[in-house]
């Protein structure tokens, strides 16, 4: 079996038995910066710990380690790296939100090797390989083709990271593009940039 199927079958794996099941009935924390994560990321989190090494032998980088932790892994595990997130969406997944990811890279000397991103909500998951093409659930990426104008175009911005004042303003006033969302999970906006570019 190839090693990306593999990964796809664990995170369903781990998405069945660890994150689904504490949709809805976890309480939030909050990490030394400010940020959410729950008992199911940290859950998610192990699982994947504990099951990408048998895949390919590797160590795991995990969002929700300690900075230091993540930066001596990163430094001294270039020849291989699992990196993970293990729900991309923890404010949507606190709040009953159903647009949540679990994010799985595997990188080789700073370079992505593959990666998998799964909404286990919608059952769908997104997968490539480099060198190998992008796919959605077994079909090629991009799923369809859009000629629109940039004036028609749906672009993800989250305003509250723009460092100007002035800029999040006309952005929300005059932006570029036709209209503007932020469903709160990074790696699930990349994947539907994807699945359909302009």
Not at 27 to 56: S, V, W, Y
Not at 119 to 135: D, K, S
Not at 153 to 181: F, T
Request: proline letters at 6%.
């Amino acid at each position: 079996m190839q090693v990306v199927e593999q990964v796809i079958q664990t995170v369903r794996h781990v998405a069945r038995t660890e994150v689904m099941p504490r949709f809805l009935r976890v309480g939030k924390n909050r990490k030394d910066d400010g940020t959410l994560f729950t008992e199911a990321d940290l859950a998610c989190q192990q699982a994947l710990i504990d099951a990408l090494p048998e895949i390919l032998p590797h160590p795991v980088l995990g969002e929700e380690m300690s900075q230091e932790l993540q930066e001596t892994l990163w430094q001294q595990h270039q020849d291989g790296l699992w990196v993970v997130d293990p729900i991309d969406g923890t404010t949507n997944f606190v709040n009953g939100l159903p647009f949540f990811a679990i994010s799985v890279a595997l990188m080789v000397n700073g370079i992505s090797e593959l990666g998998v991103i799964y909404n286990p909500v919608a059952n769908e998951m997104f997968y490539a390989r480099r060198g190998h093409g992008a796919f959605m659930n077994g079909i090629p990426l991009p799923l369809k083709s859009i000629s629109n104008s940039m004036g028609d175009a749906v672009a993800s911005v989250e305003v509250k990271y723009l460092r100007s004042g002035k800029l999040a303003a006309r952005i929300n006033s005059v932006a570029p593009c036709g209209s503007q969302r932020n469903m709160g999970s990074s790696t699930l906006d990349w994947c539907f940039l994807a699945a359909k570019p302009l």
